[in-house]
């Protein structure tokens, strides 16, 4: 079994208004080369960040609050300014691919910090 790669994001900024994005992408088994990862019109990206203490922030492709290229595999969304103020320390975040066949695949997670 495969676990996700872990990546702190580096601090975001309390107050500020910020943009997160990621390019999904996938290692060859056996040449190892690393290639974006295509998505179909099914699949769905979801990404979760989960604040110690308060109500997790969830994200889709699916609903629109997580913006997806399919294209180049890039996935990305805003956080406002009051949304940024009110991030913790430090929030936990799961990036996961849901397939159209049924496959769910945690691609990436680790922590999303907040200074003043």
Request: charged fraction near 20%; glycine fraction near 8%; hydrophobic fraction near 40%.
């Amino acid at each position: 079994m495969m676990t996700a790669p872990l990546y702190d994001f580096p601090p975001l900024i309390r107050g500020d208004s910020a943009a997160l994005g990621v390019v999904l992408k996938r290692r060859g088994l056996f040449n190892r080369a690393v290639t974006i990862q295509p998505l179909a019109a099914g699949d769905e990206v979801r990404w979760t960040l989960s604040p110690p203490g308060a109500s997790a922030i969830a994200l889709s492709s699916k609903d629109g609050s997580l913006s997806l290229n399919r294209a180049t595999g890039a996935a990305s969304f805003k956080l406002d300014p009051a949304q940024t103020q009110a991030l913790p320390d430090s929030t936990p975040y799961r990036l996961r691919v849901h397939f159209a066949n049924g496959d769910v695949k945690t691609w990436l997670e680790g922590k999303l910090p907040a200074r003043d």
